[in-house]
């Protein structure tokens, strides 16, 4: 059975960081595409960012472009999200994703594990 545990979030001022971890229970880790979507309170989960098994290419939403980086760690079976100049409008719960993009990486019909969530508070 797929488990994906999220951890790191947490409270943080505004430019301020964070690194999300997302440790995941899966027997061939490195072939599956990884994303972090958000979903901040009254709004549709949104894409966030992407790293894609085959050649750990990485994708990125506009609005965090340049301030989040996503890696992964095929070895520890994690997938990271390091967050920096975050701003209130980064405040959500942050979801990690396990699929294989063949909808795109960017929509959640590619994935078709979800961890539980860690929500992201940033302080104004």
């Known amino acids: 059975q797929v488990q994906l545990v999220e951890s790191g979030g947490g409270l943080v001022q505004a430019g301020g960081s964070l690194r999300l971890s997302c440790a995941a229970s899966?027997?061939?880790?490195?072939?599956?595409?990884m994303g972090w979507f958000r979903q901040a309170p009254g709004e549709e989960r949104q894409f966030v960012a992407a790293?894609?098994?085959?050649?750990?290419?990485?994708y990125y939403a506009d609005s965090v472009k340049g301030r989040f980086t996503v890696s992964r760690d095929n070895a520890k079976n994690t997938v990271y999200l390091q967050m920096n100049n975050l701003k209130p409008e980064d405040a959500a719960v942050y979801y990690c994703?396990?699929?294989?993009?063949?909808?795109?990486?960017?929509?959640?019909?590619?994935?078709?594990?979800w961890g539980q969530g860690t929500q992201v508070t940033v302080s104004s």
């Open positions: 790293t894609v098994g085959r050649d750990s290419s990485t």
């Open positions: 899966i027997r061939t880790f490195n072939v599956y595409t």
């Open positions: 994703a396990a699929g294989f993009s063949n909808l795109g990486y960017a929509s959640m019909r590619s994935y078709g594990y």
